[in-house]
């Protein structure tokens, strides 16, 4: 059975970390960015890493943050994994010293071309720290944690027509709820699924009892 993987993202407590690691979740993100309202100081993230226990990753979340603003995080967190969601290019990712994640929108309007800039880029700047493609709900609002639904039907015509072919493990994201995942794991596969809004009691706080849900329909469509 292939298990996909399950990262809670939007982690700003301590007690969500926990709650997360006590369900299953395999990483947790925090986001470093002010806009948001999920930002995480530096004081509580490291609180959150110091309280996290072994075999839970920790992922820090940017957006359009420089290579030296992202090391100065990972330096200081000693951080291995970071989550570009803003429009990063593929030289600002060159000089990120970290395992990758990067967030692509699916835009109907652009998604085969920004897929197709970054199978170019792991081919010829040798991007090998670039190890996932987490798929966001397209449109203007602040990154990530939105709770608007992701262009399902999109991510599987691309995928059809080949246009993943050449680059990293895909991570579904954008909307997922305990109710919906399900359904995109059965249809997609994808490597891993990412949520923050969808598991929340109120924005920035994480409700154990939906975390839970989320986790378990996660694996009970594994099973089938």
């Given at each position: 059975m292939?298990?996909?993987?399950v ?13 997360a ?7 947790i ?23 996290l226990?072994?075999f ?9 943050a420089?290579a030296e603003?992202?090391a100065?995080?990972?330096?200081r967190l000693g ?8 429009r990063e ?7 990120v010293r970290?395992t ?6 699916v835009?109907?309007g652009?998604?085969a071309?920004?897929?197709a800039v970054w199978?170019?880029a792991?081919r010829?700047?040798e991007?090998?720290?670039l190890?996932?493609l987490?798929?966001?709900t ?14 399902w039907a999109a991510v ?7 246009l993943?072919?050449?680059?990293p493990p895909?991570?579904?994201a ?10 995109v ?7 891993a ?9 109120v924005?920035?706080?994480?409700s154990?009892?939906k975390?839970r ?9 594994d099973?089938?």
């Amino acid at each position: 059975m292939n298990r996909t993987r399950v990262k809670i993202c939007g982690i700003c407590r301590v007690e969500d970390a926990l709650a997360a690691a006590r369900a299953g979740a395999d990483a947790i993100g925090m986001v470093f960015h002010p806009a948001s309202a999920r930002n995480v100081e530096v004081e509580v993230a490291e609180r959150i890493l110091a309280a996290l226990p072994p075999f839970v990753t920790p992922v820090g979340l940017f957006v359009d943050a420089s290579a030296e603003q992202v090391a100065n995080f990972v330096g200081r967190l000693g951080l291995r994994h970071v989550q570009l969601h803003g429009r990063e290019t593929p030289a600002v990712v060159t000089r990120v010293r970290a395992t990758v994640i990067k967030a692509v929108r699916v835009d109907p309007g652009g998604f085969a071309q920004e897929l197709a800039v970054w199978r170019r880029a792991i081919r010829e700047c040798e991007l090998r720290h670039l190890r996932g493609l987490v798929l966001e709900t397209a449109g203007d609002g602040a990154p990530g944690g939105t709770g608007v639904a992701n262009d399902w039907a999109a991510v599987r015509r691309a995928r059809e027509e080949g246009l993943f072919d050449g680059l990293p493990p895909m991570i579904a994201a954008g909307g997922l709820t305990p109710e919906t995942v399900a359904a995109v794991v059965r249809d997609l596969r994808p490597w891993a699924v990412d949520v923050s809004s969808g598991v929340e009691r109120v924005k920035g706080e994480k409700s154990e009892e939906k975390i839970r849900a989320f986790i378990e329909a996660v694996r009970e469509a594994d099973r089938s």
